[in-house]
Antibody, heavy 122, light 109 residues
C-alpha cells in the first residue's frame, strides 16, 4: 500500500520561501507510470493543483504559480519536494502531495498524503 | 483555461436517497473527468476516473456518467458515511494543468 507523508514548517513569514517534502513509502517513486503532484486547499475553499514532477525530473506547473514554484525529486530518498517563493497570506493553505497515475491518456490522483497546514504570517 | 462548475453547491439529503451531482466544463473535455470525495480534515479520495470508471475499493452505489462538457456523479442510495464534499476534476488540459470544480457539499437533512 503506497503512503505519502508531507513534512515541513507549519509557519512561514511573508516574502520568504515555503518548503515542503513528501516522503513516499510502500513503493518506489521511480517505478511505474506515475507523476508526483502538489495540490493545496485554503481553509473552507476548493482544491488548486500546484504542479507535478516525473521521476525523470520533467515538471509541469500551474501557470498562475509558475513563476514562484519549483518541484524537485530525490529518488534515492523516495521523496519529492515543493518550494514556493515570495509567499503571502494568500498562500496559507493545507498542502497535499499526491500520486498521479497515468493510464494511456488518462490521469488521476489515486493516492494522497494527509495534508499539512502552512500558515504565512509574521 | 478550462473552467469547471458544479451544481448544486450544497444539498441536504436523507440516508437512502438517490443523489445526483452535476459538473460542467467550459469546453469539451471528452471523458477526462474524475470525481473525488473529501471528508472534513481528510485528504480527497478518488471515486471515479475517466468519467465512469469506478476506482478499486469504491462501493458500487457510486457511479459516474457523461462526456464532452456535462457530467454527473450519482449515489444510488446515500449512506451515513457518504456525507462529504464532492469535487470533479478535469485532466484534459494535461500537461498544462488540472482544474477542480468548486465542490458540492452533501449534508444530512
Amino acid at each position: 500500500q503506497v503512503q505519502l507523508q508531507e513534512s515541513g514548517p507549519g509557519l512561514v513569514k511573508p516574502s520568504q520561501t515555503l518548503s515542503l517534502t513528501c516522503t513516499v513509502s510502500g513503493g518506489s517513486i521511480s517505478s511505474g507510470s506515475y507523476y508526483w503532484s502538489w495540490i493545496r486547499q485554503p481553509a473552507g475553499k476548493g482544491l488548486e493543483w500546484i504542479g507535478r514532477i516525473y521521476t525523470s525530473g520533467s515538471t509541469n506547473y500551474n501557470p498562475s504559480l509558475k513563476s514562484r514554484v519549483t518541484i524537485s525529486v530525490d529518488t534515492s530518498k523516495n521523496q519529492f519536494s515543493l518550494k514556493l517563493s515570495s509567499v503571502t497570506a494568500a498562500d496559507t493553505a493545507v498542502y497535499y502531495c499526491a500520486r498521479e497515475r497515468q493510464q494511456l491518456v488518462l490521469f488521476y490522483f489515486d493516492y494522497w498524503g494527509q495534508g499539512t497546514l502552512v500558515t504565512v504570517s509574521s | 483555461d478550462i473552467q469547471m462548475t458544479q451544481s448544486p453547491s450544497s444539498l441536504s439529503a436523507s440516508v437512502g436517497d438517490r443523489v445526483t451531482i452535476t459538473c460542467r466544463a467550459s469546453q469539451s473535455i471528452s471523458s477526462y473527468l474524475n470525481w473525488y470525495q473529501q471528508k472534513p480534515g481528510k485528504a480527497p479520495k478518488l471515486l471515479i476516473y475517466a468519467a465512469s470508471s469506478l476506482q478499486s475499493g469504491v462501493p458500487s452505489r457510486f457511479s459516474g456518467s457523461g462526456s464532452g462538457t456535462d457530467f454527473t456523479l450519482t449515489i444510488s442510495s446515500l449512506q451515513p458515511e457518504d456525507f462529504a464534499t464532492y469535487y470533479c476534476q478535469q485532466s484534459y488540459s494535461t500537461p498544462r494543468g488540472f482544474t477542480f470544480g468548486p465542490g458540492t457539499k452533501v449534508d444530512i437533512k
